[in-house]
């Protein structure tokens, strides 16, 4: 569904030169749950506007269904770390924007909202407004927002981030069950590996900047996960360990080759 084909990203000009990222190549399945986890500035964030079109790639392409990304795409949604509600707007009409936005019947996708806020909990919340909501009931709203139009691929750019910790946890839990549901192609920037670990199928490990693909790891493990009893727990564990390995040595083989080249 997406690939990533040597892909570098450098910002700024001439002694302001920013290598934020550096021969990246990646495949990712249709209907395939992929994490990047990696240290701040290492250019996930970056790699995934790049999949998204919103900036163009220094070098290299990537391509979404077998078509180049050349800018943004309406079979291509987003959510941010900040739900970006519109506050004069209830929360079913925020759900209805890119409805609107694409200039499509309104009517036809009312129903799919609310089945789309039943399906997040939030069912009897379609009049209120984003300020009568909380943390997390927001970013349930944007979730809904993005899925409206059954968009070929999801990319999340930490967007539990600023949650608390319980529902960060609840609302991992709740991502895993519509994606049970909702099947698509999900790439899913965090820092937290252990939600890397209890969402994807796979997980993406990058290098200290400029940012690059060290290692991929795969979670072949049944949904839903969690770290209770019953839950996989000694599994997750495992791998959770793993990438703390990965990402908390003190110095990679890369970095390595960079300071004795």
Known sequence: MIRVDGVSQVFGLRDD????????????????????????????????????????????????AGTPVKGPRRDVAMVFQS????????????????????????SRYRNEAGELLELVGLAGFERRQPHELSGGMQQRVALCR???????VLLMDEPF???????????????????SEHRTTI?????????AVLLADRVAVMTPRPGRI??????????????????????????????????????SAFEREQAHP
Not at 36 to 61: D, F, H, N, Y
Not at 94 to 101: A, K, M, Q, T, W
Request: charged letters at 20%; glycine letters at 6%; one cysteine or more.
């Open 17 to 64: 030169i920013v290598h934020a990222l550096d021969d990246v190549s990646l495949d990712i399945g249709t209907n395939e749950f992929v994490t990047l986890v990696g240290r701040s500035g290492c250019g996930k964030s970056t790699l995934l506007r790049l999949i998204a079109g919103l900036v163009p790639a220094s070098r290299g392409e990537i391509s979404v």
């Open 83 to 106: 739900p970006a509600l519109l506050p004069w707007r209830n929360v079913i009409d925020n759900v209805l924007l890119p409805i609107e936005v694409m200039k499509l019947d309104k």
């Open 146 to 152: 993005s899925l409206i139009y059954k968009p070929k």
């Open 161 to 179: 981030a600023a949650l608390d910790a319980l529902t960060r946890e609840e609302l991992s839990l709740e991502l895993q069950r519509i994606f």
């Open 187 to 195: 790439v899913f920037v965090t820092h937290s590996i252990t939600e």
């Open 214 to 251: 060290a290692e991929i790891v795969t979670v072949d493990l049944p949904r839903p996960r969690s770290l209770g009893e019953g839950g996989n727990s000694a599994e997750l564990a495992h791998a959770i360990a793993h990438l703390h390995e990965l990402l908390f040595q003190p110095a």
